[in-house]
């Protein structure tokens, strides 16, 4: 067990032997430096924790070394101490407060069960808009925790459909003055309104209801009628519902466009169920763009992702090689098909 300063906080930390070892006298100050340096052979999640440890520490060496390896550690080290289930809160905290940028990383953060409210509040004032896309869709925190739905309506990296899926209000255009006088056909506009019956008001009134509020009330047989048949602002709200139902319905709309099915396969918050969707439909994996997208989704199985890797451009695929948001296999078949185009 191990006390770090977090902050005004002193954080315990239970460490494992290997760490352990590396923060005794055993083998001296070269020895902690090459593990802040990243140097030392270690298991993802311990490298993590040392370097957590000396950033935390009195050392100002060790924790600018630490600082500069954590910011440039390979994302399938810092994945290997996000899948351990048992991650201090403080360690998640200090990785998204330096990687928040790196979509990966992110995706598996903000799903840990350790993660804090301090951290998700800085993801929902600092995200991008792909990030808070991740975060709005978390009902179970968003409705225990009210200050974030407000967080992240205030990003300005948030659209407007997220901001209106999370409760805002769209400020209505201030009206001119009442005695302003008004044009005859407005008049007569009004006029005939105010000729309609009770029950041809009420239709009236709930055909200027948004759709998002019409949305919030709809039974789910409705909204997948809905997906099924609606226009593209029906197709935007309703590729976002929670119920896969609802959300698979979308694709399955005739008037669904290749460019909105791109924006599904770019989003890496979109479902399991849709990128199966979206890879079982032939001519939309033919376009290039989409195949791009799927390569870099990290719901597309491998399998499939090495099989689109062979009809990248060779840019597409220098990119892939260098890339610090896909995963590591990824990485390496881009390199793979790099070298062997040289021989």
Avoid: C
Avoid at 172 to 181: L, N, R, T, V, W
Avoid at 259 to 281: C, F, P, Y
Avoid at 307 to 323: G, N, P, Q
């Amino acid at each position: 067990m191990t006390e770090q300063q977090n902050g005004s906080a002193k954080v315990q930390i239970k460490v494992p032997a290997e760490v352990a070892k590396i923060m005794s006298k055993w083998g001296g100050h070269s020895v902690r430096l090459a593990a802040a340096r990243g140097a030392l052979p270690m298991s993802g999640p311990n490298l993590v924790m040392v370097l957590f440890i000396f950033y935390h520490g009195e050392n100002a060496e060790l924790k600018k070394e630490a600082l500069g390896t954590l910011k440039m550690l390979p994302t399938n080290i810092l994945l290997a101490a996000l899948n351990s289930s048992e991650l201090h809160s403080s360690i998640i905290d200090l990785i998204v407060r330096l990687r928040y940028r790196d979509l990966v990383v992110m995706e598996v953060a903000l799903r840990h069960r350790m993660i804090g409210l301090r951290t998700l509040m800085f993801v929902a004032e600092k995200g991008s808009g792909e990030v808070l896309d991740i975060l709005s869709h978390n009902d179970q925190v968003l409705n225990k925790v009210q200050a974030l739905r407000a967080a992240i309506i205030n990003n300005p990296n948030a659209d407007k459909v997220m901001k209106l899926r999370l409760g805002w209000v769209e400020p209505q255009p201030e009206s001119g003055p009442e005695d302003e006088p008004k044009p005859v056909e407005e008049v007569e506009a009004v006029a005939e309104t105010e000729a309609f019956n009770e029950e041809e008001l009420g239709d009236f009134e709930e055909e200027t209801l948004s759709k998002y509020q019409q949305i919030l009330e709809m039974p789910v047989a409705e909204k997948i009628k809905m997906a099924l048949t609606g226009d593209k602002e029906w197709r935007t709200l309703l590729i976002r519902e929670a119920n896969k139902m609802v959300s698979t319905a979308v694709l399955k709309n005739p008037r669904i466009s290749e460019g909105e099915v791109l924006s599904v396969a770019k989003s890496r918050s979109s479902s399991d169920e849709l990128i199966r969707i979206v890879l079982l439909n032939r001519e939309w994996v033919k376009k290039y763009e989409i195949k791009k997208a799927l390569v870099v989704h990290p719901r597309t199985p491998l399998q499939k992702s090495m099989r689109f890797m062979t009809f990248l451009t060779e840019k597409d695929v220098r990119e892939l090689a260098k890339s610090r948001n896909v995963s590591q296999a990824i990485v390496n078949n881009a390199r793979r098909m790099l070298m062997s185009k040289k021989r």
